[in-house]
């Protein structure tokens, strides 16, 4: 009776391990494609990340400048380098034309003053030309020799009264734009200074 209890339990088993097998075998049908998936996207993203990694290399010798190409940060210095020399060559530039536009300031202001001189030189005209009408008023005939020759001074100096006039606006407002101008290169070359 034992070896008959042992063939019962031994057939109460096998059919459900015959069960578990068949299962086992379908589980493995179904997953043998899911798993191939896997693994081939698995390539796929060790190609990638070997592409990446050597791109990195690559990029990491440029920058570097261990490839045969030289530095890019070398290529950045030097370019650099030549951007300040040249900007510094035109702030040099930049201060000399400011040098010129305070001298050109400076003519301005002289001229400005020297319109005072002549403004009282054609108030003296219109003086000289009164006087010589008050004395020809008094004198008929010089009245007839001088008369056109005072009318001749006062209108010279009416005319350099205005043209006086037309010089000392003229200077001021080029005086006024230069000053300005140079206020501004100056600051703007200051700031690009600093």
Do not use: W
Not at 13 to 27: N, T, V
Not at 111 to 132: D, F, P, Q, T, Y
Not at 149 to 178: H, K, P
């Amino acid at each position: 009776m034992i070896g008959f209890r042992k063939k019962d339990q031994l057939s109460d088993i096998q059919e459900p391990l015959s069960s578990a097998a068949e299962l086992l075998r379908e589980s493995c049908r179904n997953a043998e494609p899911a798993f191939i998936a896997i693994g081939t996207e698995l390539e796929v993203v060790y190609a990638a990340a070997t592409r990446l990694t050597q791109q990195t290399i690559g990029i990491i010798r440029l920058l570097t400048g261990e490839s045969q190409e030289e530095s890019v940060l070398s290529k950045v210095a030097s370019v650099a380098e030549n951007s300040f020399s040249e900007l510094k060559s035109r702030q040099i530039s930049v201060q000399d034309n400011l040098e010129s536009i305070i001298s050109i300031i400076r003519h301005l202001s002289e001229l400005h003053e020297i319109c005072s001189v002549v403004e009282k030189i054609a108030l003296i005209l219109r003086i000289i030309g009164l006087n010589m009408d008050i004395e020809c008023s008094r004198q008929p005939e010089f009245a007839e020799l001088f008369g056109f020759v005072t009318r001749d001074i006062r209108m010279l100096s009416d005319s350099i009264l205005a043209v006086v006039q037309n010089i000392r606006n003229d200077t001021y407002i080029a005086r006024s734009g230069q000053d300005s101008a140079c206020q501004e290169i100056r600051k703007d070359s200051e700031e690009l200074v600093s």
